[in-house]
Antibody
Framework: QVQLVQSGSELKKPGASVKVSCKAS????????MNWVRQAPGQGLEWMGW????????TYAQGFTGRFVFSLDTSVSTAYLQISSLKAEDTAVYYC??????????????WGQGTLVTVSS | DIQMTQSPSSLSASVGDRVTITCRAS??????LNWYQQKPGKAPKLLIY???SLQSGVPSRFSGSGSGTDFTLTISSLQPEDFATYYC?????????FGGGTKVEIK
């Protein structure tokens, strides 16, 4: 079945970097874009952007430029989110979610299980 | 950028109640509107896409309606497993903003 499996929880110090992985299975990885979504503790969902898995071209939402980088390794059907110069406010659960479409309509399905990144000294 | 506003931010309801959640877009988004359900500690799950299309496997007590700027998610008879937070999301623009969420709690 179609599945996205993310890497495990991370505890990092301020100023460090983290790389979250999202491994896809059950479908052709390069046929669907991948999105990243952040959820801070007790807060709502915040769309971070997406990456074209065919070309590798990323698009970042406002507020997620500079320290956030989306990348791919298509040989292992995996998308990555790297965050550099971590701050306490980056503490959140990060989700990957596949972009699905029908005609001009798009939605996210499925989602990864989420990766908790905690930034604390 | 398109902003999505949900109301109410939370509500209390009883099992068997009819529940309605609204979502308003800051500009017309036609029917490019999705609904997701999220339970505590879990990833969001797609319920409705294209404003009114029910995702496979989702119970028929869930329905979506609306177009343009105003949308509604209705749960016809609330079940114990429906207590969760619900989010709308627009897909009209490539910047796929979510609404702030509506938490459905037990009365």
């Amino acid at each position: 079945q179609v599945q996205l499996v993310q890497s495990g929880s991370e505890l990092k110090k301020p100023g460090a970097s983290v790389k979250v992985s999202c491994k896809a299975s059950g479908y052709t990885f390069t046929s669907y874009a991948m999105n990243w979504v952040r959820q801070a503790p007790g807060q709502g969902l915040e769309w971070m952007g997406w990456i074209n898995t065919n070309t590798g071209n990323p698009t970042y939402a406002q507020g997620f430029t500079g320290r956030f980088v989306f990348s791919l390794d298509t040989s292992v059907s995996t998308a990555y989110l790297q965050i550099s110069s971590l701050k306490a406010e980056d503490t959140a659960v990060y989700y990957c979610a596949r972009d699905r479409s029908s005609g001009w309509y798009n939605w996210f399905d499925p989602w990864g299980q989420g990766t908790l990144v905690t930034v604390s000294s | 950028d398109i902003q999505m506003t949900q109301s109410p931010s939370s509500l209390s309801a009883s099992v068997g109640d009819r529940v309605t959640i609204t979502c308003r877009a800051s500009q017309s988004i036609s029917s490019y509107l999705n609904w997701y359900q999220q339970k505590p500690g879990k990833a969001p799950k797609l319920l409705i896409y294209a404003a009114s299309s029910l995702q496979s496997g989702v119970p028929s007590r869930f329905s979506g309606s609306g177009s343009g700027t105003d949308f509604t998610l209705t749960i016809s008879s609330l079940q114990p497993e429906d207590f969760a937070t619900y989010y709308c999301q627009q897909s009209y623009s490539t910047l796929r903003a979510f609404g702030g969420g509506t938490k459905v709690e037990i009365k």
